[in-house]
């Protein structure tokens, strides 16, 4: 007989996961299906960001820091320290603990929710039914009063440089994650997010990084002001950054790999040890839905869905990087907790316009709202106000003064559209301005707000006392 669930999830990550625990919440019977086999052999939950994506980048990103600032930057508060060394090996394991950790704690969620994990491939059939095949090629089918499609996304190839994790030369992110040997030279082809995450970690472990971006535009969807400082410290910390450079094709060689790249010079071509191809990510919708079952496609692989995330199928949504929207996880599980209100009966809602955006690199970049550029484009009359860190006595005593606070007001409401921040922990400082986008406070709002001293907020409050010329520790202009 074939069970029938309230809900069935196809897909554990971040967006999957989370959906599946609100329903579990919400008094549904649900079950989520997952595939996912970690780097010791066993099933895991958590998709591509706990297994092979954010957790284990940021597990690097901390580590490389604090190797790279033990050798660069003890000196400025008159602690010498010698004789340091690199245990790579040590590093990667403490990076494999922490996903081990972070997995088996969603595994255990499901657990404590009443969630049943169906372990296998889970495919969409006509009439709400899903077909899970598992390791040992058997195959279950089970019904659903609801099916939520999660399934991710998965790493844009290119014809010009074939990835091959298993070989370890050209890699993609995952890969990239994953060397033994700190590579003398990491060529990057694409200077996006995930590029310049990883282009990080390597560079602050001593690789020499270049980084081929294909388009002009630094961050195209990042403040263009904001981008440009960005620029500038990434350059100042090593990373060969050339933009306009467009790869046409790779060829292994006993050095590694030689490739070759246009720009508007003309063609060039380099020798790298490593590569690393990370131009973007794509919806990992291959094989989620049999023909029979009609779902609908947009472009580029992307599940059609309206506002509520349902698809052109009643009672069938998606969520999370398989629909339209920033591929972000915080994102993601958003539109779970939605989607599993609104099958409850309950009134789901996501703000689109207050989803913040992260980089963590050093400097860390953070935004959300409106940029300046898509401000001047839709014609919105705006103010802005600028802090720079350079002027926070926080920021100078962690040695970390670089940087800056934007912020974009209305014109004529004051309300606040967007901000900006490159700088010390700005992944954790934007969310002031979330919560203030959230609530459609005005930057005045942000500036009658009492910030503690000495804090790094205290850029953020000094950035919206500027956008009416009234900042206290710098000259207005």
């Not at 969409?124 to 499609?149: C, F, K, P, W, Y």
């Not at 001047?376 to 705006?382: F, N």
């Not at 954790?428 to 986008?437: F, H, P, R, Y």
Request: proline content about 3%; hydrophobic content about 40%; overall charge negative.
């Amino acid at each position: 007989m074939v069970k029938t669930y309230d809900v069935v999830i196809i897909g554990g990550g971040p967006a999957g996961y989370v959906a599946a625990i609100r329903c579990a919440q919400l008094g549904l019977e649900t079950a989520c299906v997952e595939k996912w086999i970690n780097f010791k052999g066993d099933p895991a939950l958590g998709g591509t960001c706990l297994n092979v994506g954010c957790i284990p980048s940021k597990a690097l990103l901390e580590s490389s820091e604090h190797y790279h600032y033990l050798k660069e930057g003890f000196g400025n508060h008159g602690i010498q320290v010698e004789g340091i060394t690199l245990d790579l090996d040590k590093m990667m394991v403490r990076k494999e603990d922490i996903v081990l950790q972070l997995t088996n704690g969603v595994s255990t969620l499901f657990k404590a929710n009443g969630v049943e994990w169906l372990q296998g491939h889970g495919k969409l059939l006509a009439g709400r039914q899903v077909e899970i095949t598992h390791q040992d090629g058997s195959v279950d089918v089970v019904n659903a009063d609801h099916v939520i499609i999660a399934t991710g996304s998965m790493p844009i190839e290119i014809g010009a440089a074939p990835v091959n994790n298993a070989e370890g030369i050209i890699v993609d992110s995952t890969g990239a994650l994953d060397f033994r040997q700190v590579p003398k030279t990491l060529g990057v082809i694409g200077a996006g997010v995930i590029g310049l995450e990883l282009g990080s970690v390597w560079n602050r472990l001593g690789a020499k990084v270049i980084m081929l971006e294909a388009v002009d535009d630094f961050l195209a969807l990042a403040d263009q002001q904001i981008a440009r400082e960005a620029l500038r410290q990434f350059k100042k910390q090593g990373l060969d950054i050339r933009l306009g450079a467009r790869v046409m094709a790779t060829e292994k060689i006993a050095e590694g790999v030689k490739v070759h790249f246009k720009d508007k010079e003309g063609e060039h071509e380099i020798v790298v040890e490593k590569l690393l191809v990370s131009v973007g990510r794509r919806p990992n919708t291959d094989n989620v839905a049999a023909p029979g079952s009609d779902l609908l496609f947009g472009e580029r692989g992307f599940i059609h869905v309206g506002d509520d995330c349902e698809t052109n199928l009643p009672g069938v949504y998606a969520i999370g990087d398989v629909v339209r929207g920033p591929m972000l996880a915080h994102k993601g599980s958003e539109e779970g907790i939605m989607v599993a209100e609104i099958i409850a009966g309950q009134h789901g809602h996501l703000n689109y316009d207050a989803i913040p955006w992260v980089i963590y690199t050093h400097p860390e970049i953070a935004w959300v709202g409106k940029t300046e550029q898509a401000l001047k484009t839709e014609g919105i009359p705006y103010k802005i106000g600028t802090f720079p860190f350079s002027a926070n006595g926080r920021a100078k005593a962690m040695d970390t003064a670089i940087g800056m606070v934007k912020i974009l007001a209305h014109a004529e409401t004051d309300t606040l559209l967007g901000c900006h921040i490159i700088g010390p922990y700005a992944s954790e400082l934007i969310q002031e301005a979330v919560l203030a986008i959230e609530f459609q406070a005005s930057s005045e709002d942000l500036a009658r707000t009492i910030h503690g001293h000495p804090t790094l907020y205290e850029a953020v409050h000094e950035a919206a006392l500027s956008v009416h010329g009234r900042s206290l520790h710098k000259i207005n202009t």
